[in-house]
């Protein structure tokens, strides 16, 4: 009797979930591209337009194709104006201060030396806009947890020429990007190119407008410079070096 019972009343509570309104059971709720693309301005202005900033970066790479995570690591970025900028993000370690640019590549032992490459704000984001608005979008959706954190997914539709099925990021209440992530489908011109699979990157710990010593953007530890030459240090020195830099 009591099995019954139970029954009857999961029954009716399924019952009253079903009259639900879709947006109450998954509090998703329909969007388009243009709220999209305006919380991608206020996340790059906040982001950008302060005079320095420092986060912690966690990045993920899924196979899901064979269900296996690839690659994971934790790293950090640092900005101090358009200029001075030191970051660590999926193996890559990047070094600019008033003088050059340099890159690291852990992976393949290869340093980078450029010249200065200023960051402009807005810039990332009208490269965005003028790349997905030429995606056939599907469906755009949004939605607010209770820690307001807010969370906005682009399905995009299947078509030839565009890898990317869905893009999904999230912002706090202060408009700083906490989450990021991107679903490639296979590229079926290229038989040996991965499967499906998913980049995840987090991002937290923020630190903004703080008192940024030039000297955290120092290059000292990683090249010296001889005559105009960039010589690795003992620890790089099996790095090959590609350098494009003109005084």
């Known amino acids: 009797m009591k099995g019954i019972q139970r029954t009857a009343v999961l029954l009716l509570i399924g019952s009253l979930l079903a009259l639900l309104p879709v947006s109450a059971q998954d509090d998703w709720q329909s969007t ?3 709220e999209a ?3 991608l301005r ?4 906040k982001m950008m337009l302060a005079s320095s900033i420092e986060m912690t970066v966690e990045q993920k790479l899924i196979d899901l194709s064979a269900n296996k995570e690839v690659y994971s690591g934790s790293g950090f970025f640092r900005r101090r104006d358009s200029l001075y900028i030191h970051s660590q993000v999926m193996g890559i370690e ?10 690291i590549d852990t992976a393949n032992h290869t340093l980078m030396v450029s010249n200065v490459s200023p960051l402009t704000p807005y ?10 608005k030429s995606c056939p979008v599907k469906q755009v959706r949004k939605k607010t947890s209770s820690d307001g954190i807010t ?7 299947k078509q030839e020429g ?3 099925e869905s893009m999904t990021f999230s912002y706090n209440s202060e408009m700083l990007l906490t989450e990021y992530r991107l679903v490639l489908g296979k590229n079926a011109s290229h038989p040996d190119a991965p499967g499906r699979s998913e980049v995840i990157v987090r991002y937290g710990n923020f630190k903004l407008n703080q008192n940024l010593s030039k000297k955290q953007f120092s290059c000292d530890h990683i090249v010296t410079i001889k005559n105009g030459e960039f010589i690795p240090v ?12 003109q005084q």
Do not use: C
């Open 32 to 34: 388009g591209m243009n």
């Open 37 to 39: 693309f305006d919380a």
């Open 42 to 45: 206020k996340i790059n202005e």
């Open 94 to 103: 990047t070094i600019q201060n008033q003088n050059y640019r340099l890159v």
């Open 123 to 132: 810039s990332d984001i009208a490269q965005m806009e003028l790349y997905f």
């Open 151 to 157: 969370t906005i997914n682009i399905l995009f539709k």
């Open 162 to 164: 565009y890898l990317a």
């Open 234 to 245: 003992e620890k790089y020195s099996t790095y090959s070096i590609r350098n494009t830099y």
